[in-house]
Each structure stands twice: as C-alpha cells, then as structure tokens.
T-cell receptor, first 109, second 115 residues
Framework: GIQVEQSPPDLILQEGANSTLRCNFSDSVNNLQWFHQNPWGQLINLFYIPSGTKQNGRLSATTVATERYSLLYISSSQTTDSGVYFCAVARSNDYKLSFGAGTTVTVRA | EAGVAQSPRYKIIEKRQSVAFWCNPI?????LYWYQQILGQGPKLLIQ????????DSQLPKDRFSAERLKGVDSTLKIQPAKLEDSAVYLC?????????????FGAGTRLSVL
C-alpha cells in the first residue's frame, strides 16, 4: 500500500510560535486530507488539499503533488492547537485513506 | 448539519466477551467507513460500505469482526469474541461519494478496553 511518513513525530512549542509539519507519501494521490485529533480523540478536518495551497485562519497547507509531499503551517500557536496532526492520502484508483503516524504537538502557555 | 454520531463513547469488557458499536453517518452520505486506531498509530481502515453493500473488507478480521449497514444508513460493528489486542478506538467516518476524491468526516469514536 501507499506509505505516508510524517515529521517530526513530536513538537513542543511555546505559545505564539510558528511551526511546520511535513507529510511525505510514496505514490501519486488525488486525495490528501489533514486532520487534527484533539485530546478527546475527535478527528477534525483541517484541509482537503491534494494539490495547491489553502489557508484557514492561522493554519495553512501546501501540497506539491509532483514531489509527493505536503506541509501544514501553524502560525501564532495557541494551547488549543495541542493534539495530534494526521496526514491521510488516497491513490487515484483507490478510495482508502492511508494515514501517517501523526505529529504530536504540545503548545505550552 | 449534524456530524457522524457514534455510541457508546467508552466500553470496557473482558476478553472473550462480545461488543457492538453503532454509527449514524451524516445525512445523505452514501459511503460509510469503520477504522481501528491503536494507541500511538494512525487509523486503519477495517471496512467500507457504499449504501448497504460492502466495497472493501480486506482488512477486517472476519473470524471475530462483523459489520452491517442495513437500509444503507446506520451501521453496527461487532467483535465476538474480543481479544486483548482489540483494545483501540473504533472510528466511523462517512463521505458523500465513494470515489477517491471524497472528503471523509469522522465521528468521535468508541474507545474499547479489553481486560
């Protein structure tokens, strides 16, 4: 199956700091989603971004499909940004989302 | 718009017992997924339904796991008998189409502990 690698595995930030999370994938995809899993386990959709750049408030994401990676940017981090961030992808001829292992973000006040 | 509903939120059982989880997808979503998330890992797909038919259950341990989606709306996932390694969060997701471009929306999950 398609391999998804996320880095770094863990990230500790001071409130107000900026950060970049990376997702590398091993095959062509036409579905890429970023999720935030909050401390209660809920997976929240952040972006559907198989290519291009999107922004939503303090979060933005860029996917370079030809080079098989995506980046999630968090600016001016807040304690509520803490949690695990997952990247998930699906191939062009498939429907299954394959998830990375996630990046655990801890934002300290 | 209501999200994906799951129940119960938590379940503790002993090994060899049986357990069932329920999921109600977003209204109008034809495709429903069950994922298993073991602590420290990303979710892994167990089964996908398109309306009331199974599209893919290749990762479902069929000797102990079963799932159904009667009438193409609600779904139940059952484990019988449970093993210690089944301790995980079981997530239900839905999407409006079954194509690879679909956006999947997740429920809050059911956290299962097998003792």
């Amino acid at each position: 199956g398609i391999q998804v690698e996320q880095s770094p595995p863990d990230l500790i930030l001071q409130e107000g700091a900026n950060s970049t999370l990376r997702c590398n994938f091993s095959d062509s995809v036409n579905n890429l989603q970023w999720f935030h899993q909050n401390p209660w386990g809920q997976l929240i959709n952040l972006f559907y971004i198989p290519s291009g750049t999107k922004q939503n408030g303090r979060l933005s994401a860029t996917t370079v499909a030809t080079e098989r990676y995506s980046l999630l940017y968090i600016s001016s981090s807040q304690t509520t940004d803490s949690g695990v961030y997952f990247c998930a992808v699906a191939r062009s001829n498939d429907y299954k989302l394959s998830f990375g292992a996630g990046t655990t973000v801890t934002v300290r006040a | 718009e209501a999200g994906v509903a799951q129940s119960p939120r938590y379940k503790i059982i002993e090994k060899r017992q049986s357990v069932a989880f329920w999921c109600n997808p977003i209204s109008g979503h034809a495709t429903l997924y069950w994922y298993q998330q073991i602590l420290g890992q990303g979710p892994k797909l167990l089964i996908q339904f398109q309306n009331n038919g199974v599209v893919d259950d290749s990762q479902l341990p069929k000797d102990r796991f079963s799932a159904e989606r009667l009438k193409g709306v609600d779904s139940t996932l059952k484990i019988q008998p449970a093993k210690l390694e089944d301790s995980a969060v079981y997530l239900c997701a839905s999407s409006s189409t079954g194509s690879a471009k679909n956006i999947q929306y997740f429920g809050a999950g059911t956290r299962l502990s097998v003792l």
